[in-house]
Every structure is written in structure tokens, then in C-alpha cells.
């Protein structure tokens, strides 16, 4: 059984930084890809970026390229989403996703059908 918790949201200025942090509990982890996606008030969920069990590929949707970073810590079962540049467009509900599949690259297309597990979310309000 996987369970995903996602920290670190908040209410940041347009222009500035946050981190967040999924914790994953199960022995899965450092074997599955691990995608972040966002949902805005009645709008449907989307990709925002993924990366694989290793960490040595990543994808981003292009309206966070060159703005965010993904990255992860096998040793503490953490993926991160380094958040830069931050615009009113971002203020979303954040969630990480691991792989329903192990060691399957193809989950970088960010297709939310192919993650199996999701956390509760984390609130990020950009203010203009």
C-alpha cells in the first residue's frame, strides 16, 4: 500500500519560489516514476512534470518549463517540485502521483491514468 503527503504549499507574491514535498511510504518507491499535477478551481487536472525512478529524465508540461524543477531522493522516499518564477496562473491544488507500474519511462507523457496512487493535495494561492 502506498500513501503519498505532499508539504510545503502556502500563499506566495507573483515572482517568488515555493517548495513542496511528497513523502511516499512502501517499498515501490525508488522503483516507479513520480509526477506532479495541479487542478485549479473548475478546471480539470494537469500535468506539471515527472520524472523516473532514477532521477536521469524528467518532462515538464510547457507552462512551467525553465520555471520549475523536479527532482527526487531515493534514500528518503521524497520527490520535490522546486517552484521559481511563480504567476497567479500557477495557484492550483498541487498532488504527486507514483507510476501504477514500475520502471515504465512512458509515464513522463504525464497521463493522469497512468498513476495509480495520489496524495491529498497542497494548496498553492499566487497573489498578484
Known amino acids: 500500500q502506498v500513501r503519498l503527503v505532499e508539504s510545503g504549499g502556502g500563499l506566495v507574491q507573483a515572482g517568488g519560489s515555493l517548495r513542496l514535498s511528497c513523502a511516499a511510504s512502501?517499498?515501490?518507491?525508488?522503483?516507479?516514476?513520480m509526477a506532479w499535477f495541479r487542478q485549479a478551481p473548475g478546471k480539470e487536472r494537469e500535468f506539471v512534470a515527472a520524472?523516473?525512478?532514477?532521477?536521469?529524465?524528467?518532462y515538464y508540461a510547457d507552462s512551467v518549463k525553465g520555471r520549475f524543477v523536479i527532482s527526487r531522493d531515493n534514500g528518503k522516499n521524497t520527490v520535490y517540485l522546486l517552484m521559481n518564477s511563480l504567476e497567479p496562473e500557477d495557484t492550483a491544488v498541487y498532488y504527486c502521483?507514483?507510476?501504477?507500474?514500475?520502471?515504465?519511462?512512458?509515464?513522463?507523457?504525464?497521463?493522469?491514468?497512468?498513476?495509480?496512487?495520489w496524495g491529498q493535495g497542497t494548496q498553492v494561492t499566487v497573489s498578484s
Open positions: 512502501g517499498r515501490t518507491f525508488d522503483s516507479s516514476a
Open positions: 520524472i523516473t525512478w532514477s532521477g536521469g529524465s524528467t
Open positions: 502521483a507514483q507510476d501504477r507500474i514500475p520502471f515504465r519511462a512512458s509515464a513522463l507523457r504525464g497521463r493522469v491514468s497512468d498513476f495509480g496512487s
